[in-house]
C-alpha cells in the first residue's frame, strides 16, 4: 500500500498545489494508518473495510488521541482514499461512512458567587472610574451581556424606570434582557455622578464612556476586568466572558429554567445554552449527597 501514498502524496502535491508541511502531515498520519493495514494484510485498496478505519481510530483513542486529532486523522483518511477512488485504483470509499469523533466541549470558566462579590467590592471606591467600572460590572453580570453588547450598549437603549435594556446581539438580533435593582442603581449612580459630567449635551451614543469621554473599546474593558480581579485578589482565570459565564451557571444553580437562560443569554440555538447545564448535574448531586438518607 506504501505505493499509493507516494502516488496521492505526489496527486496533493501536483494536483491540490498543497505546501510541503500539509504533505508532510498526510503523510505522517496516513502512515500509522497503512501500518496499521499491512498488519492486517490488507495489501489491496478494494481489501480494506470500514470495520478496519472504525477499529485503527478505536486503537488511537485508547493510545490516548484526543477527538479532535482523531478527527484530523479521519480527514486524512477520507481524502487519501477519495483520490484511491477518482484515480481508479479502488472501486468503494470504506471511510465514506465512517463518523468523524465529536470534539468535546470545553466546560465555561465561570467565577463563585463569593468571587464575584470579591470583584464587585474592588470596585467601591469614589473616583469618576471606580463608579463607571462598578457600573459596568454589575450591569455585566445582572444581564449576561456579551462585552461588544456592553460596550457598543447606547444611552436610548437602557430604560432604568423599568428595569430593562434592549441589546443587538449575534445576527443582529434584538433582544430585552431584564435589569436587576442593584444594577440599575449602579447604572443611575453613573449616569448623575459621571457621565453627566464628561457628555452634559449627550452628544455621545454610547452609555459607558472612557475616561477621556470617548466610546470604549472591547480592550480597554478587559484590561478594567483584570485590573479590578488582580485588586479584589480572584484567582480563578479570567476572560472577557467570564461575568457571562457566571451569570448564566448562577441562575441554573438557583433554578432558573434553560429556555429563559437562553433567552437571556441571545442563543439562537438551546443546544449552545445546555452547555451550562454541568452545574445543574452537580447541584443535583450535591442534594443527593445532603438530603437522601443513602447518599
Known amino acids: 500500500m506504501n505505493r499509493f501514498l507516494d502516488l496521492f502524496l505526489a496527486w496533493l502535491t501536483v494536483e491540490k498545489g498543497l505546501s510541503g508541511n500539509t504533505c508532510s502531515a498526510y503523510a505522517a498520519d496516513?502512515?500509522?494508518?497503512?501500518?496499521?493495514?499491512?498488519r492486517?494484510?490488507?495489501?489491496?485498496?478494494?481489501?480494506?473495510?470500514?470495520?478496519?478505519?472504525?477499529?485503527?481510530?478505536?486503537?488511537?483513542?485508547?493510545?490516548?488521541?484526543?477527538?479532535?486529532?482523531?478527527?484530523?486523522?479521519?480527514?486524512?483518511?477520507?481524502?487519501?482514499h477519495r483520490f484511491l477512488l477518482i484515480e481508479r485504483y479502488a472501486t468503494l470509499n470504506p471511510s465514506a461512512i465512517i463518523e468523524a469523533p465529536r470534539p468535546l466541549k470545553k466546560l465555561p470558566t465561570f467565577l463563585?458567587?463569593?468571587?464575584?462579590?470579591?470583584?464587585?467590592?474592588?470596585?467601591?471606591?469614589?473616583?469618576d472610574e471606580d463608579i463607571r467600572?462598578?457600573?459596568?460590572?454589575?450591569?455585566?453580570?445582572?444581564?449576561?451581556?456579551?462585552?461588544?453588547?456592553?460596550?457598543?450598549?447606547?444611552?436610548?437603549?437602557?430604560?432604568?424606570?423599568?428595569?430593562?435594556?434592549m441589546t443587538i446581539g449575534k445576527g443582529n438580533k434584538e433582544r430585552l434582557v431584564p435589569i436587576g435593582a442593584t444594577a440599575c442603581h449602579r447604572v443611575a449612580d453613573y449616569l448623575e455622578q459621571v457621565r453627566s459630567k464628561q457628555d452634559p449635551e449627550l452628544l455621545q451614543?454610547?452609555?459607558?464612556?472612557?475616561?477621556?469621554?470617548?466610546?470604549?473599546?472591547?480592550?480597554?474593558?478587559?484590561?478594567?476586568?483584570?485590573?479590578?480581579?488582580?485588586?479584589?485578589?480572584?484567582?480563578t482565570s479570567i476572560s472577557p466572558h467570564?461575568?457571562?459565564?457566571?451569570f448564566a451557571t448562577h441562575l441554573l444553580a438557583n433554578g432558573a429554567d434553560l429556555r429563559s437562560v437562553q433567552?437571556?443569554?441571545?442563543?439562537?440555538?438551546?443546544?449552545?445554552?445546555?452547555?451550562?447545564t454541568h452545574v445543574t448535574r452537580e447541584r443535583l448531586k450535591q442534594l443527593h449527597k445532603e438530603l437522601h438518607p443513602r447518599g
Open 205 to 235: 451614543k454610547e452609555l459607558f464612556l472612557s475616561r477621556l469621554g470617548e466610546s470604549m473599546t472591547r480592550q480597554a474593558f478587559w484590561n478594567i476586568i483584570k485590573k479590578r480581579a488582580l485588586l479584589a485578589g480572584v484567582r
Open 40 to 80: 492486517l494484510k490488507r495489501d489491496t485498496p478494494d481489501s480494506i473495510q470500514s470495520t478496519d478505519i472504525a477499529e485503527f481510530l478505536g486503537k488511537e483513542r485508547e493510545r490516548g488521541l484526543a477527538p479532535r486529532s482523531r478527527a484530523r486523522l479521519l480527514s486524512s483518511i477520507r481524502m487519501f
Open 30 to 38: 496516513l502512515g500509522r494508518y497503512l501500518d496499521y493495514l499491512e
Open 242 to 246: 467570564t461575568l457571562r459565564h457566571s
Open 112 to 127: 463563585s458567587m463569593e468571587e464575584v462579590e470579591k470583584l464587585l467590592r474592588a470596585t467601591l471606591g469614589k473616583r
Open 133 to 165: 467600572d462598578r457600573a459596568m460590572l454589575e450591569l455585566l453580570y445582572a444581564t449576561g451581556l456579551r462585552v461588544s453588547e456592553l460596550v457598543n450598549l447606547k444611552l436610548r437603549e437602557v430604560n432604568l424606570e423599568v428595569g430593562y435594556l
Open 263 to 276: 433567552i437571556m443569554l441571545g442563543h439562537a440555538d438551546l443546544s449552545t445554552t445546555q452547555i451550562y
